[in-house]
């Protein structure tokens, strides 16, 4: 079958297809921040800092419940881009169809649960009186449109496990337009507050996702299902599970983390919630760099692991991590040089305390970027090496530190000790991740040597 429009990363130069492959992706995390930037942009301009920081109390569950679908749909497409590393056409399609069912039922399952459950979770997160109506309006239509999610990033994941990252990039952009034209439109023309915004991100993650499915029908013949492709094999479907859930689960535990610090910055008032909603925003703009070179280690180790290569795995792995350092120091110098005019894109000049509490957030996270690029480009490794059960390990690795940082620094720090809760949970997990990477890389290192001389 043709292969034009996929990408074979087992063979050329490693730093130049990490580049190659990146970019693509980095454009599409850019535009996906576009759809947090224009919503959060035009809440706190509009709505105020009060509506700002009912938006960002969400963000911690958002990440618990959204973040454990996005962890499965990543974990599905392992196998995939295995399969296809490996050449085999038809394991890869079976692989696709039961990753669409089991996805599905999954996100089915999610949204009604989660919609019905989430009032219940902000009253436990100790979210403020004045902010809750809005939370809830703007976090629970996001929970009942789980499925819109499970949509994008399976499709999405599916063409990244074939080599293709350009397309899902093209289709988030279109995505990101639209969603500011609904934003206002919702927003501003229909006054519908902090539930428009969360309208205009659903109806445009549905166009992207929907989007991404025309093009696999069109474009990718290897994407062609039989009858006998589209059977359900459990046998199939609990490989993708096992792949799926410690990758889900490793999200989510990871947000529990999240959850507990966010309650703790709830009990700082709306301010410091406002503060946080602001700069965490920036910062997630400029992690996406990091998140474009993770996400490409999970597909070139996936296909390499597949192809047997396990040393160009590792070159691999250097190439990310040069090119994340230089991109580290940068975002650094720019938030030292330029933080408070980003900050002013969220909130209004006269609200200083806000601004400045932002800025001091933003700063101390930048200037550790370089810990959160080896947790995210050593636990993606490790993923698309297959071995996506030990990474989970390290979302409790950082579960663990942002609850001690909530309960032990707040107390005593403040504002000031919060700040430290992501550069604290990214160190405890790379104090996890390098040992690891070097244990699972010697193992398969091993076991290739073993069945060397059967396969002559």
Same mark, same amino acid.
């Given at each position: 079958?043709?292969?034009?429009?996929?990408?074979?990363?087992?063979?050329?130069?490693?730093?130049?297809?990490?580049?190659?492959?990146?970019?693509?992706?980095?454009?599409?995390?850019?535009?996906?921040?576009?759809?947090?930037?224009? +919503?959060?942009?035009?809440?706190?301009?509009?709505?105020?800092?009060?509506?700002?920081?009912?938006?960002?109390?969400?963000?911690?569950?958002?990440?618990?419940?959204?973040?454990?679908?996005?962890?499965?749909?990543?974990?599905?497409?392992?196998?995939?881009?295995?399969?296809?590393?490996?050449?085999?056409?038809?394991?890869?399609?079976?692989?696709?169809?039961?990753?669409?069912?089991?996805?599905?039922?999954?996100?089915?399952?999610?949204?009604?649960?989660?919609?019905?459950?989430?009032?219940?979770?902000?009253?436990?997160?100790?979210?403020?009186?004045?902010?809750?109506?809005?939370?809830?309006?703007?976090?629970?239509?996001?929970?009942?449109?789980?499925?819109?999610?499970?949509?994008?990033?399976?499709?999405?994941?599916?063409?990244?496990?074939?080599?293709?990252?350009?397309?899902?990039?093209?289709?988030?952009?279109?995505?990101?337009?639209?969603?500011?034209?609904?934003?206002?439109?919702?927003?501003?023309?229909?006054?519908?507050?902090?539930?428009?915004?969360?309208?205009?991100?659903?109806?445009?993650?549905?166009?992207?996702?929907?989007?991404?499915?025309?093009?696999?029908?069109?474009?990718?013949?290897?994407?062609?299902?039989?009858?006998?492709?589209?059977?359900?094999?459990?046998?199939?479907?609990?490989?993708?599970?096992?792949?799926?859930?410690?990758?889900?689960?490793?999200?989510?535990?990871?947000?529990?983390?999240?959850?507990?610090?966010?309650?703790?910055?709830?009990?700082?008032?709306?301010?410091?919630?406002?503060?946080?909603?602001?700069?965490?925003?920036?910062?997630?703009?400029?992690?996406?760099?990091? +998140?474009?070179?993770?996400?490409?280690?999970?597909?070139?180790?996936?296909?390499?692991?597949?192809?047997?290569?396990?040393?160009?795995?590792?070159?691999?792995?250097?190439? $990310?991590?040069?090119?994340?350092?230089?991109?580290?120091?940068?975002?650094?110098?720019?938030?030292?040089?330029?933080?408070?005019?980003?900050?002013?894109?969220?909130?209004? $000049?006269?609200?200083?305390?806000?601004?400045?509490? $932002?800025?001091?957030?933003?700063?101390?996270?930048?200037?550790?970027?370089?810990?959160?690029?080896?947790?995210?480009?050593?636990?993606?490794?490790?993923?698309?090496?297959?071995?996506?059960?030990?990474?989970?390990?390290?979302?409790?690795?950082?579960?663990?530190?942002?609850?001690?940082?909530?309960?032990?620094?707040?107390?005593?720090?403040?504002?000031?000790?919060?700040?430290?809760?992501?550069?604290?949970?990214?160190?405890?997990?790379?104090?996890?991740?390098?040992?690891?990477?070097?244990?699972?890389?010697?193992?398969?290192?091993?076991?290739?040597?073993?069945?060397?001389?059967?396969?002559?």
């Amino acid at each position: 079958m043709a292969r034009s429009t996929t990408r074979d990363l087992t063979q050329g130069s490693p730093m130049k297809l990490v580049i190659s492959f990146t970019l693509p992706l980095l454009f599409g995390f850019l535009f996906q921040q576009l759809y947090n930037f224009v +919503d959060t942009a035009i809440v706190g301009k509009y709505l105020g800092s009060e509506a700002l920081a009912a938006v960002g109390s969400t963000g911690s569950i958002n990440f618990l419940i959204l973040g454990f679908c996005m962890g499965i749909c990543s974990g599905f497409a392992i196998p995939i881009a295995q399969a296809f590393g490996a050449k085999d056409e038809e394991e890869l399609r079976r692989f696709v169809a039961n990753a669409i069912y089991v996805a599905g039922a999954i996100g089915i399952v999610m949204a009604v649960v989660t919609a019905l459950l989430c009032p219940w979770l902000l009253r436990v997160m100790n979210t403020p009186e004045e902010i809750i109506a809005g939370a809830v309006s703007y976090i629970q239509p996001i929970f009942a449109a789980i499925p819109v999610t499970v949509l994008y990033n399976m499709s999405s994941g599916i063409l990244r496990s074939l080599g293709d990252s350009k397309t899902p990039v093209y289709f988030l952009a279109m995505a990101a337009i639209l969603n500011i034209v609904l934003d206002i439109v919702f927003i501003l023309v229909f006054g519908m507050g902090v539930m428009g915004a969360a309208v205009a991100t659903i109806i445009s993650q549905l166009a992207s996702g929907l989007g991404c499915l025309v093009v696999m029908k069109k474009r990718f013949p290897i994407l062609h299902l039989s009858k006998d492709d589209m059977v359900f094999r459990p046998q199939l479907a609990k490989h993708l599970l096992g792949m799926g859930l410690p990758m889900g689960l490793q999200y989510s535990i990871t947000a529990i983390g999240a959850v507990v610090i966010q309650t703790a910055i709830n009990g700082l008032g709306t301010v410091a919630v406002a503060a946080v909603t602001a700069s965490s925003k920036l910062s997630n703009f400029f992690a996406s760099v990091i +998140d474009a070179l993770a996400t490409t280690m999970a597909t070139f180790a996936g296909q390499n692991i597949g192809a047997r290569k396990l040393s160009r795995v590792h070159q691999g792995l250097k190439a $990310a991590s040069i090119i994340g350092i230089v991109y580290c120091l940068i975002a650094f110098l720019v938030v030292l040089l330029f933080a408070p005019a980003l900050i002013g894109l969220f909130v209004d $000049a006269p609200e200083v305390e806000v601004i400045n509490l $932002a800025r001091q957030y933003l700063t101390v996270n930048s200037s550790l970027y370089i810990f959160l690029l080896f947790v995210n480009l050593l636990r993606f490794s490790i993923q698309g090496l297959g071995f996506a059960r030990i990474a989970m390990f390290a979302g409790v690795a950082e579960m663990i530190a942002r609850s001690l940082v909530a309960l032990v620094l707040v107390p005593v720090a403040g504002f000031s000790g919060a700040c430290f809760a992501n550069p604290a949970a990214w160190i405890f997990a790379d104090l996890f991740l390098f040992p690891c990477y070097l244990h699972v890389t010697k193992r398969l290192s091993l076991t290739m040597r073993k069945d060397e001389p059967h396969a002559a």
